[in-house]
């Protein structure tokens, strides 16, 4: 999957002598900050930390997951560094702000029809572009913030 369906992206975080125990310690500092994110269901497998952050949760626009249904983080081991890879689902966000401009943009056509200003059709595109973009947008930059973060901690606690 790729955009604009899903996020899919990886961070590299420099590490000295990484051990299985370092990227079990990161894999539980990741679980417990998407519990402490308000993730709905939380599960810790060998392909990674899955996670599930439904509609229906009650958090602020600010929470982290706001723009994420779902996703799945893996840690891996390399010699230098610790990789930690990602793939989220943006599809609830893609349904919900598509839903919205077409909701405005019915009654944007009934006027522009009216009225004769077809130039005002060209809002529900950007209405769709702002609300989901800047949303996409920020999401990507948060997330790679906070999983760079929340593995750099772990790695100090040795």
């Known amino acids: 999957m790729t955009f604009p369906v899903s996020l899919t992206g990886a961070?590299?975080?420099?590490?000295?002598?990484?051990?299985?125990?370092?990227r079990d310690r990161v894999e539980l500092a990741i679980s417990d900050w998407l519990v402490a994110s308000k993730a709905t269901q939380v599960t810790v497998s060998a392909e990674g930390v899955k996670f599930v952050?439904?509609?229906?949760?009650?958090?602020?626009?600010?929470n982290i997951l706001v723009p994420f249904n779902s996703g799945t983080i893996s840690v891996m081991a390399q010699p230098q560094t610790l990789r930690v890879e990602?793939?989220?689902s943006c599809r609830l966000m893609l349904a919900v702000t598509s839903a919205i401009?077409?909701?405005?943009g019915v009654f944007v056509v009934a006027f522009a029809i009216k009225d004769g200003a077809w130039f005002v059709l060209v809002v529900p595109v950007i209405m769709w572009t702002w609300l989901f973009?800047?949303?996409?947008?920020?999401?990507?930059a948060r997330i790679r913030f906070a999983l760079k973060q929340v593995a750099q901690q772990a790695l100090k606690k040795r």
Request: hydrophobic share 50%; aromatic share 16%.
């Open 11 to 22: 961070i590299d975080v420099p590490s000295q002598g990484m051990t299985a125990q370092s």
């Open 53 to 62: 952050a439904g509609l229906f949760r009650f958090v602020l626009n600010t």
């Open 86 to 88: 990602y793939t989220l």
């Open 101 to 104: 401009a077409a909701f405005t």
């Open 133 to 140: 973009g800047m949303n996409y947008l920020l999401g990507w």
